[in-house]
């Protein structure tokens, strides 16, 4: 073999070594983007969509993750968060929180179509994958309306129970050695609860809200997890939650006559024997959420959503002595303000840097032209937190 034939070869070997070692450093600090939605009421109609009227939630639901699916190649705006003015290449996770199919409440349709439709839409329907190759994977806990599906209402439902998404959210996210039925089912004891390690980030996924019940999970959830490791909760409530939600302090577990109580968590409602409303209606059940997040100051995040609309904000506790950055996303379905004004239909694209340890959430509008069926997504609102633990 002539010399300079070796000399080719040599200099192809180190060029082909440089491109790999480039490639690997750029896709270790590649950012790593996850959708987040909520409340997608499967069974219930919007009012108008597209020029439609009384369209099913299936069809808003599909139009909402063909937009996401479109979403790679494009462009972050260059708002200083993560990934900015770079083409999203992947996307790896999808989150959702909750109310998948709307309460089963005459004339709405049973939580088993409910489901039915929702794994047509969601898991046949997205098309995405993440930077490893793989498909975009789905992370989901169920909403009031599921858990009321399953366990009974203050109303009438019909059926009077059908557990079919708690059990398959279940199945799917807590895979257990033998998989529950509707038969087997029990929601005391069933409880969604599970985390997921993401790019040095700890995920945390709990039933509804973060009750006395739930902390008892999360405590040992997290004694797993360094003192140093950030650590982010994904829920169906805002951090104030609803006191409806709680047990029935003269009747746990039951839906007494004329009781608005709806029994969504192991905890009792403490301030009165009555659903109380207005901004301190739940104190003293916020009062036990803050005494444990002090005990975790490595909590740097909580995402939500159960009233929807796109919102950044920092939840202060009752006494105004905590500060927990806090996302409300909106819903396909029931948004506050895009329920009437469907151009402000958003998503949520949560962009991690996990070497530097940021977070950026960015308000996505995917409907902002509804006489188009394919359009770009639109950035909105954006804001990023430091998950570094001090």
Not at 180 to 188: G, I, K, R
Not at 283 to 299: S, T, W
């Amino acid at each position: 073999m002539s010399k300079i034939l070796k000399m080719k070869r040599f200099l192809f070997v180190c060029l082909w070594m440089a491109f790999s070692f480039s490639y690997a450093v750029g896709q270790q600090h590649a950012p790593i983007h996850i959708l987040y939605t909520s409340d997608a009421h499967f069974g219930l109609s919007r009012q108008k969509f597209r020029g439609d009227t009384a369209v099913p939630a299936y069809r808003v639901n599909a139009a909402m993750i063909f937009a996401m699916n479109n979403i790679v190649n494009e462009r972050l705006p260059r708002d200083n968060g993560v990934g900015a003015g770079e083409l999203i290449k992947a996307v790896d996770y999808l989150i959702q929180t909750g109310d998948i199919a709307n309460r089963q409440e005459p004339p709405y349709q049973p939580a088993g179509d409910s489901w039915q439709q929702f794994v047509s839409v969601y898991e046949h329907g997205l098309q995405l994958h993440g930077c490893k190759g793989m498909a975009t994977q789905l992370l989901f806990v169920p909403g009031n309306h599921d858990i009321s599906n399953a366990i009974g209402f203050t109303r009438k439902l019909v059926p009077e129970k059908d557990p079919t998404v708690m059990v398959k959210i279940y199945n799917a996210m807590m895979h257990p050695a033998v998989p529950l039925s509707n038969d087997t089912y029990d929601y005391a004891n069933d409880k969604i609860n599970y985390s997921r390690d993401i790019g040095g980030i700890h995920f945390v996924f709990i039933t509804l809200w973060p009750d006395s019940a739930e902390r008892v999970w999360m405590t040992g959830n997290l004694k797993k997890v360094p003192r140093t490791m950030p650590v982010v909760i994904f829920t169906h409530d805002q951090p104030t939650s609803e006191a409806k939600h709680f047990s029935d302090p003269l009747g746990p577990g039951t839906f007494r006559k004329g009781s608005k109580f709806e029994n969504l968590t192991a905890e009792v409602y403490k301030e009165a024997s009555v659903v109380q409303k207005g901004e301190h209606a739940t104190d003293l059940e916020q009062r036990g959420l803050v005494r444990f997040l002090k005990l975790h100051p490595n909590i740097k995040a909580y995402f939500h959503g159960n009233s929807n609309w796109n919102e950044f904000y920092t939840y202060k506790g009752p006494n105004g002595d905590i500060s927990l950055p806090v996302f409300r996303v909106d819903s396909p379905m029931k948004g506050k303000y895009s329920a009437d004004d469907e151009t402000k239909l958003s998503f949520q694209l949560i962009s991690l840097d996990p070497v530097k340890k940021q977070l950026t959430v960015r308000e996505c509008f995917w409907n902002t032209q509804p006489k188009q069926s394919k359009q770009k997504i639109v950035f909105g609102r954006c804001k990023s937190v430091n998950l570094l633990i001090n």
